[in-house]
Protein backbone atom coordinates (compact mmCIF):
# COMPACT_ATOMS: atom_id res chain seq x y z
CA UNK A 1 0.00 0.00 0.00
CA UNK A 2 1.32 3.50 -0.98
CA UNK A 3 -0.16 6.19 1.50
CA UNK A 4 1.08 9.91 0.41
CA UNK A 5 1.41 12.12 3.98
CA UNK A 6 1.15 15.60 2.31
CA UNK A 7 2.42 18.64 5.35
CA UNK A 8 0.51 21.59 3.90
CA UNK A 9 3.05 24.12 4.39
CA UNK A 10 6.84 24.17 3.02
CA UNK A 11 8.77 23.62 6.00
CA UNK A 12 10.53 20.18 4.93
CA UNK A 13 11.57 19.37 8.99
CA UNK A 14 8.35 19.47 9.83
CA UNK A 15 7.14 16.94 7.04
CA UNK A 16 10.46 14.92 7.67
CA UNK A 17 8.46 15.20 11.83
CA UNK A 18 5.22 13.90 10.47
CA UNK A 19 6.66 11.25 8.05
CA UNK A 20 8.34 9.81 11.10
CA UNK A 21 5.25 9.84 13.31
CA UNK A 22 3.41 8.15 10.05
CA UNK A 23 6.00 5.28 9.63
CA UNK A 24 5.86 4.67 13.47
CA UNK A 25 2.43 3.30 12.99
CA UNK A 26 1.83 2.36 10.06
CA UNK A 27 1.68 -1.13 8.80
CA UNK A 28 4.81 -2.66 7.23
CA UNK A 29 3.66 -3.26 4.28
CA UNK A 30 2.63 0.42 3.66
CA UNK A 31 4.90 2.73 1.93
CA UNK A 32 4.55 6.37 3.40
CA UNK A 33 5.15 8.96 0.77
CA UNK A 34 5.98 12.62 2.39
CA UNK A 35 5.60 15.85 0.66
CA UNK A 36 4.94 19.34 1.00
CA UNK A 37 4.56 21.86 -1.80
CA UNK A 38 7.09 24.18 -3.10
CA UNK A 39 4.75 27.11 -2.83
CA UNK A 40 2.67 28.56 0.20
CA UNK A 41 3.47 29.88 3.76
CA UNK A 42 6.04 28.15 5.96
CA UNK A 43 3.14 27.46 8.56
CA UNK A 44 -0.19 27.47 8.78
CA UNK A 45 -1.97 29.67 11.87
CA UNK A 46 -5.58 30.36 10.60
CA UNK A 47 -7.82 31.44 7.95
CA UNK A 48 -5.17 33.88 6.10
CA UNK A 49 -2.55 31.26 5.94
CA UNK A 50 -4.67 28.20 4.51
CA UNK A 51 -6.07 30.13 2.09
CA UNK A 52 -2.27 30.28 0.46
CA UNK A 53 -1.91 26.84 1.45
CA UNK A 54 -4.25 25.19 -0.59
CA UNK A 55 -3.01 25.36 -4.30
CA UNK A 56 0.25 24.04 -3.31
CA UNK A 57 -1.14 20.94 -1.65
CA UNK A 58 -3.44 20.25 -3.69
CA UNK A 59 -0.44 19.94 -6.28
CA UNK A 60 1.41 17.51 -4.50
CA UNK A 61 -2.08 15.59 -4.42
CA UNK A 62 -2.02 15.26 -8.04
CA UNK A 63 1.39 14.48 -8.37
CA UNK A 64 1.20 11.38 -5.72
CA UNK A 65 -2.00 10.43 -7.49
CA UNK A 66 -0.18 10.33 -10.65
CA UNK A 67 2.61 8.77 -8.59
CA UNK A 68 -0.04 5.28 -7.85
CA UNK A 69 -1.08 6.63 -4.18
CA UNK A 70 -3.78 4.60 -2.51
CA UNK A 71 -4.78 7.22 -0.47
CA UNK A 72 -3.85 10.51 0.86
CA UNK A 73 -2.92 12.10 4.76
CA UNK A 74 -3.78 16.00 4.77
CA UNK A 75 -1.68 16.93 7.98
CA UNK A 76 -2.87 19.91 9.16
CA UNK A 77 -4.83 19.93 11.75
CA UNK A 78 -6.95 22.49 10.38
CA UNK A 79 -7.85 20.08 7.52
CA UNK A 80 -6.67 22.63 5.31
CA UNK A 81 -8.48 22.47 1.60
CA UNK A 82 -9.99 18.74 2.56
CA UNK A 83 -13.04 19.05 0.35
CA UNK A 84 -11.52 20.51 -2.80
CA UNK A 85 -8.63 17.57 -2.59
CA UNK A 86 -11.66 15.32 -1.79
CA UNK A 87 -13.19 16.59 -5.20
CA UNK A 88 -9.46 16.63 -6.72
CA UNK A 89 -7.56 13.36 -5.58
CA UNK A 90 -8.20 9.90 -7.60
CA UNK A 91 -7.90 8.27 -3.98
CA UNK A 92 -9.32 9.15 -0.90
CA UNK A 93 -8.17 11.79 1.39
CA UNK A 94 -8.10 11.87 5.19
CA UNK A 95 -7.52 15.05 6.90
CA UNK A 96 -6.20 14.95 10.63
CA UNK A 97 -8.20 16.85 12.22
CA UNK A 98 -11.45 14.82 11.03
CA UNK A 99 -9.54 11.76 12.33
CA UNK A 100 -8.70 12.65 15.29
CA UNK A 101 -12.11 13.82 16.18
CA UNK A 102 -13.80 11.05 15.02
CA UNK A 103 -11.38 8.38 17.07
CA UNK A 104 -11.62 10.42 20.36
CA UNK A 105 -15.47 9.91 19.99
CA UNK A 106 -14.90 6.24 20.30
CA UNK A 107 -13.06 6.22 23.25
CA UNK A 108 -14.54 9.01 25.32
CA UNK A 109 -17.66 10.85 25.77
CA UNK A 110 -16.18 14.23 25.97
CA UNK A 111 -13.08 15.13 24.48
CA UNK A 112 -10.98 18.20 23.85
CA UNK A 113 -8.68 19.72 21.80
CA UNK A 114 -4.99 21.20 22.61
CA UNK A 115 -3.90 23.50 20.38
CA UNK A 116 -1.41 25.79 19.11
CA UNK A 117 -2.46 29.51 18.87
CA UNK A 118 -5.85 31.09 19.45
CA UNK A 119 -6.37 32.14 16.29
CA UNK A 120 -6.93 28.23 15.49
CA UNK A 121 -9.74 27.98 18.01
CA UNK A 122 -12.66 28.96 16.15
CA UNK A 123 -11.30 27.06 12.66
CA UNK A 124 -11.37 23.85 14.89
CA UNK A 125 -14.49 25.07 16.51
CA UNK A 126 -16.31 25.39 12.57
CA UNK A 127 -14.84 22.10 11.36
CA UNK A 128 -16.05 20.37 14.38
CA UNK A 129 -19.79 21.71 13.78
CA UNK A 130 -19.67 21.02 10.00
CA UNK A 131 -18.49 17.07 11.14
CA UNK A 132 -21.40 16.64 13.64
CA UNK A 133 -19.00 16.36 16.86
CA UNK A 134 -19.07 19.48 18.21
CA UNK A 135 -21.09 18.25 21.60
CA UNK A 136 -18.52 15.80 22.32
CA UNK A 137 -16.02 18.29 22.26
CA UNK A 138 -15.92 19.98 25.90
CA UNK A 139 -13.78 22.74 24.66
CA UNK A 140 -10.95 23.48 22.05
CA UNK A 141 -7.75 25.31 24.29
CA UNK A 142 -4.59 27.22 23.03
CA UNK A 143 -1.02 26.23 24.58
CA UNK A 144 -0.12 30.11 22.66
CA UNK A 145 2.75 27.85 21.04
CA UNK A 146 3.76 28.79 17.78
CA UNK A 147 3.32 25.85 15.12
CA UNK A 148 7.46 26.27 13.95
CA UNK A 149 8.01 26.67 18.08
CA UNK A 150 6.88 22.76 18.36
CA UNK A 151 10.12 21.76 15.96
CA UNK A 152 12.04 22.55 18.83
CA UNK A 153 10.53 20.42 21.06
CA UNK A 154 11.83 22.39 24.26
CA UNK A 155 10.49 21.88 27.94
CA UNK A 156 8.85 25.25 27.65
CA UNK A 157 6.25 24.71 25.19
CA UNK A 158 5.83 21.23 26.02
CA UNK A 159 4.96 22.50 29.27
CA UNK A 160 2.44 25.01 28.64
CA UNK A 161 0.48 22.24 26.57
CA UNK A 162 0.67 19.84 29.20
CA UNK A 163 -0.89 22.56 31.60
CA UNK A 164 -3.69 22.99 28.57
CA UNK A 165 -4.40 19.42 29.34
CA UNK A 166 -4.47 19.49 33.06
CA UNK A 167 -6.91 22.22 33.11
CA UNK A 168 -9.16 20.33 30.22
CA UNK A 169 -9.10 17.31 32.65
CA UNK A 170 -10.07 19.61 35.61
CA UNK A 171 -12.17 22.51 34.35
CA UNK A 172 -13.46 20.65 30.90
CA UNK A 173 -13.83 17.24 32.33
CA UNK A 174 -12.13 16.06 29.44
CA UNK A 175 -11.84 11.88 29.36
CA UNK A 176 -9.35 12.11 26.09
CA UNK A 177 -6.98 14.68 24.74
CA UNK A 178 -7.10 15.33 20.55
CA UNK A 179 -3.59 17.32 19.99
CA UNK A 180 -4.10 20.21 17.63
CA UNK A 181 -1.33 20.40 15.34
CA UNK A 182 0.42 17.79 13.19
CA UNK A 183 3.44 19.09 15.14
CA UNK A 184 2.65 17.36 17.98
CA UNK A 185 2.76 14.44 16.70
CA UNK A 186 5.87 13.26 18.94
CA UNK A 187 4.09 14.65 22.11
CA UNK A 188 1.17 11.94 22.15
CA UNK A 189 2.24 9.20 24.67
CA UNK A 190 4.66 11.36 26.28
CA UNK A 191 1.46 13.51 27.43
CA UNK A 192 -0.64 10.38 28.03
CA UNK A 193 1.41 8.49 30.34
CA UNK A 194 1.76 12.02 31.91
CA UNK A 195 -1.84 12.96 32.26
CA UNK A 196 -3.46 9.64 32.53
CA UNK A 197 -6.06 10.02 30.22
CA UNK A 198 -5.69 8.77 26.37
CA UNK A 199 -4.11 11.28 24.18
CA UNK A 200 -5.08 11.20 20.59
CA UNK A 201 -2.33 12.07 17.38
CA UNK A 202 -4.11 13.02 14.30
CA UNK A 203 -1.59 12.16 11.85
CA UNK A 204 -1.66 8.67 13.59
CA UNK A 205 -5.54 7.95 13.81
CA UNK A 206 -5.25 9.66 10.01
CA UNK A 207 -2.96 7.19 8.80
CA UNK A 208 -4.83 4.26 10.37
CA UNK A 209 -7.85 5.27 8.87
CA UNK A 210 -6.58 5.67 5.02
CA UNK A 211 -5.16 2.29 5.53
CA UNK A 212 -8.51 0.88 6.70
CA UNK A 213 -10.41 2.16 3.59
CA UNK A 214 -8.13 0.94 1.43
CA UNK A 215 -8.23 -2.42 2.64
CA UNK A 216 -12.13 -1.83 2.35
CA UNK A 217 -11.48 -1.29 -0.98
CA UNK A 218 -13.83 2.21 0.05
CA UNK A 219 -12.75 5.57 -1.95
CA UNK A 220 -14.45 8.81 -1.86
CA UNK A 221 -18.08 9.07 -3.37
CA UNK A 222 -18.68 11.28 -7.00
CA UNK A 223 -22.16 11.43 -6.27
CA UNK A 224 -22.39 14.70 -5.11
CA UNK A 225 -20.38 17.49 -3.63
CA UNK A 226 -16.93 15.56 -4.35
CA UNK A 227 -17.59 14.52 -7.99
CA UNK A 228 -14.44 15.41 -10.51
CA UNK A 229 -14.34 19.38 -10.98
CA UNK A 230 -15.35 20.27 -14.15
CA UNK A 231 -12.93 21.32 -17.02
CA UNK A 232 -12.59 25.11 -17.21
CA UNK A 233 -9.40 27.53 -17.66
CA UNK A 234 -8.07 28.73 -14.61
CA UNK A 235 -5.72 32.01 -15.81
CA UNK A 236 -2.61 33.53 -14.20
CA UNK A 237 -0.58 31.49 -11.46
CA UNK A 238 -3.67 28.83 -11.47
CA UNK A 239 -3.15 27.88 -14.57
CA UNK A 240 -1.65 24.38 -14.11
CA UNK A 241 -4.40 23.31 -11.43
CA UNK A 242 -7.06 23.83 -14.10
CA UNK A 243 -8.85 20.24 -14.18
Known amino acids: MRLHVVNPNTTASMTAKIAAAARAIARPDTVIDAREPAMGPISIEGFYDEAFAVPGML ?3 READRDGADAHVIACFDDTGLDAARAAAKAPVIGIGEAGFHVASLIAARFAVVTTLS ?4 PIEHNLRKYGLAERCARVR ?3 V ?3 A ?8 IGKISTEIAAAIRDDRAEAIVLGCAGMADLAAELAAAHGLPVVDGVAAAVTLAEGLVRLGLSTSRLGPYAPPRAKTYSGPFAPFQP
Open 142 to 144: AAE
Open 146 to 148: PVL
Open 150 to 157: LEERNADG
Open 59 to 61: GCI
Open 119 to 122: VSIV
